[in-house]
C-alpha cells in the first residue's frame, strides 16, 4: 500500500548572496511579502496539502526563523492584556503543535541536495515533500496541495514543473520529457542548469518536489555537481527511469523570490489581493504606469 505524505523538509540553509546586503544578518527565508516571512507561505501552503511534521534544515544566522515558529510570550502577553484579539490570533495561528516541527542543521552550505540529504533520518523510510521558501507560488489551490491530488493516484516522484523561456534553462533542473497527459509528464530523465543549447526541454523544475527516500541514497555519494554544489536534481535524475517519477505542470504564477525583481513581482502580485490594502496598491500601479508612459 502507498505510505500517506506526511512530513516536508523546508531547506533554509544557503546563503541568500543574491540578496545581498539585505541577507546578510537576516535569513531571505524571512523576507516578507507584503505582510508574511516567505516561510510562513511555505508552512501555510505544507500544512493546506495535510502535512502533519515539518523538519528545517537551518545553518548558523537562522535563528529567527525558529523564533517566528515559536512563542513571544512578551508580545503575546502584550497583546492579551491591550485586548488586541486580531493581531493576536495571527500570532497564535502560527505555532506548531509540540513535536510537529523539528530543526537540523546543515553546518556548510554544500547545496540543496545536501540540505535534503541532512534531513535524512528524521525522514525515515516515507516519502515526504521538499518545499523552498524562496519559490512562492500565487494559484487558487495551493501547489503542493495540487501536487498531493495526482500524487495520490500516480504515487513514485512527482516535481512541480513550468516552462520557461530557452535561454533561461541554465537557471534550473530540465526535464527530459516522456509521455504527457494533462498536467501531468513522465520524465525520463534530468538535467540540472543545462546551456539552452544542450537542454533537453524547456519543462523546469521549480521549488517542490514529493520524492520518495530511495532518493537519499543517491545523495549519499556525496559528489558535487554544478557550481561545485550537491545537487538534489542529480540524485533525482539517477531515480529516473527506476520508478515513477513526473513533472506536474501545476496552475498557478511563480515568482523567485530569492531575485530582486522576482522578489518584487510577488510583492505587487500579493499586494494587489490583499484584502485590506490591495484597491490601494492597485490605484498607484495604474498611477505609475501612466507616468511610465509618459517618459
Ligand atoms: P538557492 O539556490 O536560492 O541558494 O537555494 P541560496 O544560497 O539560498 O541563495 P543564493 O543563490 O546564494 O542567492 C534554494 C533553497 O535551498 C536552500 C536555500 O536556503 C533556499 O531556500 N539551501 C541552499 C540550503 O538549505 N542549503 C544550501 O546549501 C543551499
Given at each position: 500500500m502507498r505510505k500517506p505524505l506526511r512530513k516536508a523538509i523546508f531547506p533554509v540553509g544557503g546563503l541568500g548572496t543574491r540578496f545581498l546586503p539585505a541577507t546578510k544578518a537576516m535569513p531571505k527565508e524571512m523576507l516578507p511579502v507584503v505582510d508574511k516571512p516567505l516561510i510562513q507561505y511555505a508552512v501555510e501552503e505544507a500544512r493546506a496539502a495535510g502535512i502533519e511534521e515539518l523538519i528545517f534544515v537551518t545553518g548558523r544566522g537562522k535563528g529567527a526563523i525558529e523564533d517566528h515558529f515559536d512563542y513571544s510570550y512578551e508580545l503575546q502577553e502584550t497583546l492579551k492584556e491591550r485586548n488586541k484579539d486580531t493581531e493576536l490570533a495571527l500570532i497564535d495561528n502560527l505555532i506548531p503543535n509540540p513535536g510537529e516541527v523539528a530543526y537540523i542543521r546543515q553546518?556548510?552550505?554544500?547545496?540543496l541536495g545536501h540540505a535534503v540529504w541532512c534531513a535524512r533520518n528524521l525522514v525515515g523510510n516515507e516519502p515526504f515533500a521538499v518545499l523552498l521558501a524562496d519559490d512562492l507560488v500565487q494559484s487558487d489551490i495551493p501547489c503542493l496541495k495540487q501536487m498531493v491530488e495526482i500524487y495520490n493516484e500516480v504515487g513514485g516522484n512527482v516535481v512541480a514543473v513550468m516552462d520557461v523561456p530557452r535561454e533561461h534553462t541554465d537557471r534550473y533542473g530540465v526535464l527530459k520529457t516522456g509521455k504527457q497527459s494533462g498536467r501531468l509528464i513522465e520524465a525520463l530523465g534530468l538535467v540540472e542548469k543545462p546551456k539552452p543549447v544542450d537542454a533537453p526541454s524547456t519543462l523546469s523544475i521549480i521549488g517542490r518536489y514529493i520524492l520518495q527516500p530511495d532518493v537519499f541514497g543517491h545523495l549519499d555519494a556525496q559528489e558535487p555537481g554544478a557550481g561545485g554544489e550537491i545537487q538534489l536534481t542529480d540524485a533525482m535524475a539517477r531515480m529516473c527511469g527506476r520508478g515513477r517519477f513526473h513533472g506536474y505542470r501545476f496552475e498557478g504564477t511563480r515568482f523567485d523570490c530569492g531575485d530582486k525583481a522576482g522578489f518584487i513581482q510577488a510583492n505587487i502580485a500579493f499586494a494587489l489581493r490583499h484584502p485590506s490594502i490591495g484597491a490601494k496598491v492597485r490605484e498607484t500601479v495604474l498611477a505609475f504606469a501612466e507616468d511610465l508612459k509618459k517618459k
Open positions: 553546518q556548510e552550505a554544500r547545496g
